[in-house]
């Protein structure tokens, strides 16, 4: 009997043809968006990625993460990129002022915050370098008529919560 492996996948990844033909899809379960955070009450502004060279604002990034491949992508000096450890060790670079932007998907780094017991507002977005739709990405070996059940699960599962949301408005 075979097993069902999956992963979350976000669709805007690196080789894009190449990843969609390693998988089966089902989603979109998720949009996200990357995004240049500083700390609370911060002065700054930014408008473009331009604006935050002129300024010489380092930014804490995961090496190898989206945040990471975004800005170096966009031409954002080496010099002003703070790789940080891991997205917790990025929080308090931010938070301790040794850097003066994070690159990162905002949900999770207002998660993060409050998993390290802040609250989810000690981070403020300031500019979006990102947004894309995360999919669970399920093992191409998988029979695609279950593919096709998972899909239809899903769809019905998010209508079913869309309705409702829309039926608690009033």
Do not use: C
Request: glycine share 6%; no cysteine; aromatic share 8%.
């Amino acid at each position: 009997e075979q097993g069902l492996s999956v992963a979350v996948i976000r669709e805007d990844i690196g080789a894009q043809a190449l990843v969609e033909a390693q998988f089966h899809w089902v989603g979109p379960i998720a949009q996200d968006q990357v995004v240049l955070l500083a700390r609370r009450n911060t002065p700054l502004h930014i408008r473009s990625l331009d604006a935050a060279i002129e300024q010489g604002l380092s930014v804490a990034v995961i090496r190898e993460d989206i945040g990471a491949q975004a800005l170096v992508e966009a031409g954002y000096p080496e010099a002003l990129i703070r790789p940080a450890m891991d997205n917790r060790s990025a929080l308090h670079m931010l938070l301790h002022e040794r850097v003066d932007l994070w690159a990162y998907s905002a949900d999770v780094a207002k998660w993060i915050a409050e998993q390290e017991g802040y609250s989810k507002d000690i981070v403020t977005p300031l500019y979006t370098l990102s947004e894309s739709y995360l999919y669970f990405a399920i093992n191409p070996d998988t029979d695609p008529q279950l593919v096709a059940e998972l899909q239809h699960a899903f769809d019905s599962v998010t209508s079913f919560s869309a309705a409702t949301q829309v039926g608690s408005d009033g």
